[in-house]
């Protein structure tokens, strides 16, 4: 009886320690620390604030600065710039469109009680740099000038000059004036590191390149991204005692291709790498890996290894920090759009509205287009991980002959879930694009002006598959088309977003009014 006893209390024990690790476990942050496309992360600690930048390439606004207070949970504060450039390119016209470009990784500074935020552009073949006193108001400034410096790093060193570090397996300096206007007059560009991804090896498929330039006590550290041909992305550290060199390299981390960023410490003195995952059609989704100091080196992991979590508060959901639903009941006056919203590429602001009907987004018709990715005005939020739904409640009753309206997976390889007005009926379609081509796999005659759509996500385990739906009472949904089976590509550089459309290709002065945008996951 007393062996019965003792066994029992045991097992309860048991069963309450482990209650007491599954517990603390649920109270610590898990990696991904955000699952959505937020990459080329730059961070930067200002007392207790942590700031982040971030890549959105084609998107209006762009260049999203985020905070935090615990490097876990972030909230978007605004963007650096509402348009980059009015160019065809940028601006959807003249057949031109700038996919996969518009402006790259960022870098994220405070010097001297401004903040500075930079980056560059392939489109436009510039480099710029943005600066404010108040972050979390934004009211940037900014300055351009060419050449655009690939993945660059601003650096300001304690003896008062400031720098651009950048370049692709061979990594450059060139000084910036004292003003940051443009390159000091008579400064040369120097190469400080010859082969920056020496440290992984000899057969190089991607050069070093998305250099984050830090100094800590006393000593320059280097961060790049290289990719070894048959391996994984890999984080390779190189240090010197001047900015001019000698740099001595080591592989910082590589383990499931999780690299690209830099280093951050918290108020109590413990340090962390900030680094993003290429994680298929979702994007690439940032990620927080331990750092402790050995021999003046960042030791990255934990036993060379990305945790799955971290001694961090829990995360909490991206909704409405990131990404957030919109029922488009906007207060006279207040009639703009919330900051998890970007439109791909510039917008027309003639032909959407939140004031001609209220609690509705009319989306106008203002040119003929031959497809969805050469429209303009598709308003667009990221779709999230592991699983996520977008749903829209639609009015097409002002559609015109011709017109287009709905819900997409936007990507190269798209998915279009709408209604389409031809030969005078209205009907329910899905569309989905693959090699460069859209197939309308469904059509279903839509007797009705209000009808919903919604997209299922499924990124688990990079499952990558996204099904539509529509239904004609909100209540009873009903698949349509295929499964679509979603890709990350090049082209387009970016993980798939959920996206409100609305083209014509008849006639123009049609339009569509989206009641409502909801997101879950």
């Not at 000593?219 to 001019?244: E, S």
């Not at 001595?248 to 108020?267: F, H, S, W, Y």
């Not at 979603?486 to 609305?502: D, I, S, V, W």
């Amino acid at each position: 009886m007393k062996n019965k006893i003792i066994l029992v209390l045991a097992i309860v024990l048991f069963g309450i320690s482990l209650n007491n690790v599954v517990a603390q476990q649920d109270k610590q942050a898990k990696n991904p620390i955000i699952f959505a496309d937020v990459p080329d992360p730059s961070i930067i600690r200002v007392g207790k604030n942590y700031y982040m930048s971030s890549t959105t390439m084609h998107m209006s606004p762009g260049l999203p600065i985020m905070k935090s207070t615990d490097l876990v949970n972030w909230k978007l504060i605004n963007y650096a710039y509402d348009r980059l450039a009015d160019t065809p390119e940028l601006n959807l016209t003249e057949g031109k469109s700038t996919y996969g470009r518009g402006s790259w990784a960022s870098c994220l500074r405070f010097h001297n009680g401004m903040y500075y935020v930079t980056t560059f552009s392939g489109t436009t073949g510039e480099t710029y740099i943005f600066k404010t006193e108040d972050i979390e108001k934004g009211n940037w400034q900014r300055v351009s000038f060419k050449p655009s410096y690939h993945d660059h790093s601003l650096f300001f060193d304690d003896n008062g000059k400031a720098y651009l570090i950048y370049g692709a397996g061979k990594i450059k300096l060139v000084e910036l004036n004292d003003d940051l206007t443009g390159i000091r007059e008579g400064s040369a560009e120097k190469v400080i590191i010859e082969n920056a991804s020496k440290p992984a090896g000899d057969n190089i498929m991607l050069g070093a390149e998305g250099s984050q330039l830090f100094k800590v006590n006393g000593k320059y550290y280097l961060f790049n991204i290289c990719w070894p041909q048959g391996g994984m992305r890999t984080v390779v550290i190189h240090r010197a005692d001047n900015i001019n060199g000698p740099w001595e390299g080591k592989v910082g981390l590589q383990d499931l291709g999780v690299a690209q960023g830099g280093l951050i410490d918290t108020p109590d003195g413990r340090w962390f790498s900030y680094l993003f995952r290429d994680f298929g059609a979702v994007g690439r989704i940032p990620y927080l890996v331990p750092v402790k100091w050995e021999n003046g080196w960042p030791i990255l992991g934990e036993n060379g290894k990305v945790p799955e979590q971290i001694d961090l508060p829990a995360n909490k959901s991206l909704i409405p920090n990131l990404v957030d639903s919109d029922e488009f009941n906007r207060k006279k006056g207040k009639e703009t759009l919330p900051l998890a919203w970007q439109w791909n590429h510039n917008p027309d602001n003639t032909l959407w509205s939140l004031k001609e009907r209220k609690g509705f987004l009319r989306l106008k018709t203002g040119r003929l287009d031959t497809d969805f990715v050469s429209a303009r005005n598709t308003l667009t939020q990221r779709t999230i991980g592991p699983t996520s739904s977008g749903s829209v409640l639609l009015d097409v009753s002002n559609m015109k002959e011709g017109d287009f309206a709905g819900l997409s997976a936007l990507q190269k390889d798209y998915g279009l879930v709408g209604v389409k007005v031809e030969n005078g009926q209205k009907s329910i379609v899905m569309v989905n694009s693959n090699k460069d081509k859209a197939n309308e796999v469904q059509r279903i005659a839509l007797n009705q002006n209000q009808v919903y759509f919604r997209i299922d996500c499924d990124f688990t385990n990079k499952k990558d598959e996204a099904n539509f739906y529509y239904s004609l009472d909100g209540k009873i949904w009903t698949p349509i088309g295929e499964t679509l089976k979603m890709k990350y590509t090049l082209p387009h550089f970016m993980g798939y977003r959920f996206g409100l459309f609305n083209y014509a290709t008849k006639n123009v002065g049609g339009y569509a009014d989206f009641d409502w945008f909801r997101i879950k996951y």
